[in-house]
């Protein structure tokens, strides 16, 4: 206060003439002014100095008095013995959990399906208090050995806490996939951590992986794992196999057309009167402003979409992923219609039988047939063994029945069957309508059956800094034919292909949200960076290179940017060859490495070209902290550029096989080997 007062004196001071009369009064008017103000501010100091802000008392909304936050609560409420935890990402792991919740009653038990996020975890240590209880946990990992955004504060939780599980019994089956570095990590934590923390494990850990046949996985876990259940609590199987319908149809005949869900994800005419923040329950329609081919050439489609985010409130870092909501191919749709002999727009509700369930429906209720088969319902990938349990007994046909029961069996032939005639064959639900001319389910059992479609990750193509009011994303249309001779179309990507900036004067648009990554350029500029990334793998990178671009011109020092790229062909598949080229050229990209792996006879691939640098990456990395980040395939590039860097820490580090491992291992603990990778 005295600098201000000082300064602001001095200040009037500098500014007053220095004429003083002898006749002039001894107090100025600047004076009196001062010393008003600083009467004033004291006075005021004086009154408020002690004053605390009162902390507003929130009432709970009604809304939310009628979600429990305990699990123990409701279990009693509902007589139930077993409660099922998911972490789900892409709705797998919640799939399996209702699944294994459904079995519950056929060992004279009563299971209930629940997300973490929405009880009180610590709630856990309660379950003793009932009867024959038992926890099981459904556990996917996502990325980079990270939990899923739903299991997130319970994965946080379990890491702090102390808490004290005696005479709680669980068991974990964990979700992932052997092509990443850190397999079914989710799922190992929680299993490992409950043990420590006192719970007692009553059947070993479940690891299915996706990158071979999850659902054989799960479904050769679930026949060993309730037998265990059995013996444990000294209960028998009632035999009970008929199907149990979770939900009731109701078909509306007059409803007003604003109380009927047209596609929103969650709050109802969310699309016309869109809210911030936005989020998985919440996307933002984002505008398409581009849409080019990128590819010069060849039989596929590779594609650069820019989605226009003003106005939005949306933030993204470079390396941070957007999520897209599709919609599934009308054509497909309105086939499922005509085999099943159905009015797709009938307008219905499936209302869930369990009136204490907190999920009331299995997606936005009421829509019609046709928006939850064309917004909500997966119809594109093959049905897993459960849906076709169900289903068979719709089959008239005898051996179709027969058949459909053995696939879902856990017998050899029956596994063999379901992944030669299914998975193989890449069988979605309608080509299994069509293939078994005796199945025709009714349409609300069916939609009850299939699971959600999920949203589309693709990592950010652009940097924030650079495009602070557009996200871009760099994509390749997947379209094949399969055994059975149809032409099956990825989802997502056709769906972005035709996503044109304007669509008959209308503006295109994509739901979407920002889910944030750990893939991160380093916080020190100066480090050096050696990004590899084939095909669309290129996309961060782009977000990367322009972000070291930026900091450049802002006259900040930048360490060397190296980018190991691959493709098919230089004039068919060079993916942003001009901006690229252009960024080499100015000096932003050190070093642009690029592998054309068709364009000779030997096939040449971006670790080829890593080894070929082996003494420039060497020192990079051994000498200058350099920061390595990998981004695209899993099963097989990821693997052979890890090798690579193995190789190149032996050679030029004169390390033995074990101790280069363990050398790229302590970069990733570093955070200076980051993967953002799929398979």
């Known amino acids: 206060m005295d600098l201000f007062l000082s300064s602001m004196h001095n200040s009037h001071s500098d500014d007053t003439p220095e004429l003083m009369d002898e006749d002039e009064p001894f107090f100025s008017n600047l004076d009196i002014f001062l010393f008003s103000l600083i009467a004033g501010l004291l006075v005021y100091w004086l009154i408020f100095r002690k004053k605390v802000e009162p902390i507003p008392e929130f009432k709970k909304l009604d809304a939310q008095t009628t979600r429990e936050t305990s699990f123990i609560d409701k279990m009693k409420k509902t007589g139930k013995n077993i409660v099922v935890f998911y972490g789900s990402q892409t709705g797998t792991a919640e799939e399996f959990s209702n699944r294994l919740s459904k079995d519950a009653h056929r060992y004279g038990m009563k299971g209930m399906s629940a997300d973490p996020e929405e009880y009180d975890m610590s709630e856990l240590s309660r379950l003793p208090e009932i009867e024959n209880s038992l926890a099981i946990f459904c556990m996917a ?6 939990p899923t955004d739903n299991s997130q504060d319970f994965y946080d939780w379990l890491q702090e806490g102390d808490a004290d599980f005696t005479g709680v019994k669980y068991t974990v089956f964990a979700l992932g996939n ?38 054989e996985d799960f479904v050769s876990w679930r026949e060993q794992f309730w037998p265990a259940v059995c013996e444990h609590f000294g209960v028998e199987a009632t035999g009970e196999e008929s199907s149990i319908r979770q939900y009731e149809l109701k078909v509306h005949s007059d409803l007003n057309m604003n109380k009927i869900y047209t596609g929103e994800v969650g709050r109802l005419k969310s699309f016309e009167n869109q809210k911030p923040p936005f989020d998985s329950k919440n996307p933002f329609l984002a505008p398409v402003s581009v849409n080019r081919k990128l590819n010069k050439a060849g039989d596929r489609h590779l ?6 985010i003003t106005g939005s409130k949306i933030r993204y870092e470079s390396g941070d992923h957007v999520a897209v909501y599709p919609i599934n191919d009308s054509v497909i749709v309105s086939r499922i219609g005509e085999v099943l002999g159905v009015d797709l727009d009938t307008v219905i509700s499936l209302n869930n039988l369990d009136e204490e369930s907190n999920k009331k429906h299995p997606f936005p209720c009421p829509s019609t047939y046709r928006t939850a088969l064309t917004h909500y319902l997966d119809i594109t990938n093959p049905p897993r063994t459960n849906v076709l349990y169900e289903l068979a007994q719709y089959a008239t046909e005898p051996k179709e029945q027969e058949n459909m029961r053995k696939m879902a069996s856990s017998s050899p032939e029956g596994k063999a069957l379901y992944q030669s005639w299914v998975l193989d064959s890449c069988r979605n639900i309608l080509a299994i309508l069509e293939d078994l001319p005796s199945l025709r389910p009714p349409i609300d059992h069916l939609c009850e059956l299939l ?22 994303i760099c994509a390749v249309v997947v379209e094949y034919e399969t055994k059975t001779g149809r032409v099956n179309k990825g989802v997502a990507t056709n769906w972005l292909k035709s996503k044109m900036p304007t669509d008959n004067g209308h503006k295109a648009t994509v739901p979407m949200y920002i889910r ?31 972000e070291r671009g930026w900091l450049k011109e802002q006259g900040k020092e930048v360490g060397e940017t190296v980018l190991y790229y691959g493709c098919r062909h230089k004039n068919e598949d060079f993916l942003y060859q001009e901006e690229l080229e252009e960024f080499e050229k100015t000096g932003v990209l050190t070093a642009l490495n690029v592998a054309f792996s068709r364009d000779q006879a030997e096939k040449v691939y971006v670790q080829h070209l890593l080894k070929k640098s082996k003494e420039a990456v060497w020192r990079l990395v051994h000498t200058d902290n350099a920061h390595i980040y990998i981004c695209g395939d899993a099963r097989n590039m990821a693997r052979d550029v890890q090798n690579a860097f193995y190789e190149i820490a032996e050679e030029l580090g004169g390390l033995s096989r074990a101790q280069a491992v363990d050398y790229i291992k302590k970069l990733m603990t570093k955070g200076r080997y980051s993967q953002d990778v799929w398979s």
């Not at 990590?185 to 490992?192: L, N, Q, R």
């Not at 594609?303 to 226009?308: A, I, K, P, V």
């Open 178 to 215: 052997k092509t990443y570095e850190h397999y079914n990590a989710m799922g190992k934590y929680v299993d490992k951590r409950l043990a420590e923390l006192g719970a007692q494990r009553i059947f070993d850990l479940g690891m299915g992986d996706d990158d071979g046949n999850l659902e």
């Open 451 to 472: 699971p959600r479609l999920q949203a589309r990750y693709y990592s950010i193509a652009s940097s924030s800094k650079v495009h602070p009011n557009s996200i871009h």
């Open 303 to 308: 594609m650069h979409l820019e989605l226009d």
């Open 516 to 546: 944030k990554s750990q893939f991160r350029l380093p916080f020190k500029s100066t480090n050096p960076v050696i990004m590899v990334g084939p095909g669309t793998g290129i996309a961060p990178f782009m977000g990367f290179v322009q």
């Open 141 to 146: 990992t996502y990325g980079e050995g990270d």
